[in-house]
Structures are given as C-alpha cells and as structure tokens.
C-alpha cells in the first residue's frame, strides 16, 4: 500500500486527498479478496464477483469511489508486475444517470443558523466560524478550504488563491465577512506554530485540517444548528442558486465555482427559474 501511495503521488499526480480516498477503498479491496498475497491470483471473473458482492447496501458515491479506486490499483499492480493481465477493465461500471436528481442547496436562514452556532468566543469557534464563512461566501469544496496557505491571503488586493482540482490555483475575490472572519482567526485563535496552513488545530501537536477534518466542522455545526448533517457541498449549491436567481448566467456560475466543463455546470439549469419560466405552459384550463 506504501508503493501504491507513492506510485499515485508520483505517476499520476494525485492530491493527497484523492491518495488517502484511493488507498482506503484498495485496502477493503484487498480484505475482500484474503489480502495483497492474493493479488497475483486475480483474474478478470474474480475482480467483477468482488463489486458484485461488495455493492449491495451501499450508496451509488461510495460504489463509484470504488470503482475508479479499484481501477487504479489495478493499472498499478500491472504497471509493477504483481499481475500479469489488465485487469481495470474487468471492474463494472456502477449504473447512474446524470442530470437526474436537483442540486440541494442551503437555504439562507439554514446558513445563518449554521454561522450562528459558532461560539466566537473561542479558538475552536472562531476557527470553524471562518471555515464555514469561506464555504458559505465562495463555494470553496472542503479539500481547497483545508489547503489554503497564510501566503494565499494577498490582503491588500482582497484575494485569495485556490487551488483546486487538477492542482489548478485561481484567484477569488474575498468577501468581507469571510475576510473579518479569517482575520479574527488569524489575529486571536489561530495558535502560533510552523504551519503555514490558515487552518490547524488548536491542540498540540499543531497539525494543518484535512478535508476530513473540514467535513466534521461542518457536521458538528449541522448538529448544533438543529439541522440534519449534510455536506460542505451543499454551500456550492446554495452559492449557485442564489446568483442564477440574481440573474447571474450559467458560464458565470461556472467560473465561481471553477468548473473545467460546462457539463458540471449545467445541472444548475433545472433549478434557473428565470430562465425555466417562459418554457413552462399554461395548465390547460388555468385561466378559466
């Protein structure tokens, strides 16, 4: 598994993120199967009867990140010889359907309750208070909120860089109440340590947050709140929808989102009401 980390990082060029993601799901893989000795025992009907056992129960995200995880492993086991067939083609497909389901964003008063159950007050609060604020006010995913560096804070010009998916690094707008947020942070809860990272912990040893991590901010304010746990990604959402309802367009909405295609972007088109309205036809019998 250690060859198999560094052969992503190396080969492929993975976040560390997607290595961690990668790595967990070949690990199951390999239980399933009576572990790495088996590996050079795999045939093509062996890797399709694993999914095929391993499925059931489990959502159509979860099989999917096993797919591509599988996937990789595979090409690396025949890329260092542990087998002597490629296999990847031999994982199924997980069925799915784009477009099939509508995004599900945040309301406004949800975000406000997720924001106000933040105790300020204190570094742990303070900190996650920042962290949903850049969520809420720039759609960041949960990865780029975790990787954010002090140097990608240019304060005068009141921008941030991201690095996204792709390893690609743009440039945002900051908006003021993430800004007053990080700056509280920064200036009276962030501990002092060697991380550059804009978020760690507050407990020795400093470590930078992970995306796990970030996810878990946003659990525990879902649980604070009120509210049923839900994803960072649905600040995206909720980011999306409120500026196509302020008559933003869709290539607009891909941009603050950084999609690379418009295919991603056009899933927000069913929840464009503006835009949606004209091409709806009166209920027959509506004006009598």
């Known amino acids: 598994m250690a060859e198999f980390r560094g052969w992503l990082d190396r080969e492929r060029g993975l976040s560390p993120v997607t290595v961690r993601c990668y790595s967990k799901q070949s690990k199951a893989f390999l239980a399933g199967i009576g572990g790495a000795a088996a590996v050079g025992e795999l045939d093509a009907g062996k890797v399709t009867a694993f999914m095929v056992d391993w499925t059931p129960g489990r959502n159509t995200w979860t099989a999917k990140a096993m797919v591509t995880s599988l996937r990789a492993f595979l090409r690396f086991a ?12 031999a994982v199924p497909a997980i069925a799915s359907w784009q477009m099939a389901s509508l995004p599900r964003g945040l309301k406004a008063v949800e ?42 804070i240019d304060w005068r010009a009141g921008e941030i860089a991201v690095t996204g998916k792709g390893s690609r690094t743009e440039r945002l707008p900051l908006p003021v109440p993430a800004g007053e947020a990080l700056v509280a942070w920064l200036e009276h809860g962030r501990p002092r340590c060697e991380s550059r990272s804009v978020f760690v912990t507050v ?3 400093y470590r930078p947050l992970t995306a796990e991590a970030v996810r878990a901010v946003m659990g525990r304010a879902c649980g ?29 909405v891909g941009q603050v989102l950084r999609h690379r295609s418009m295919l991603s972007t056009s899933i927000y088109a069913k929840v464009d009401q503006n835009a949606l ?12």
């Not at 025949?78 to 083609?89: D, K, M, N, P």
């Not at 924001?115 to 949903?132: E, F, H, I, K, N």
Request: charged share 25%; hydrophobic share 40%; net charge positive.
């Open 78 to 89: 025949h890329a260092t010889g542990r087998i002597s067939v490629a296999l990847a083609g």
């Open 111 to 152: 975000i406000e309750r997720l924001l106000a159950s933040c105790d300020r007050d204190t570094p742990v609060g303070s900190r996650d208070y920042a962290v949903l604020s850049l969520l809420a006010g720039l759609g960041l995913r949960g990865a780029e909120a975790a990787g954010l560096q002090v140097g990608d």
């Open 203 to 205: 407990r020795r040893p």
């Open 224 to 252: 604070r709140a009120g509210l049923q746990r839900r994803g960072t990604h649905r600040f995206r959402h909720a980011l999306a929808t409120e500026m196509l309802r302020a008559g933003a367009s869709l290539p607009e």
């Open 277 to 288: 309205r004209p091409l709806a036809r009166q209920w027959p019998g509506a004006g009598r």
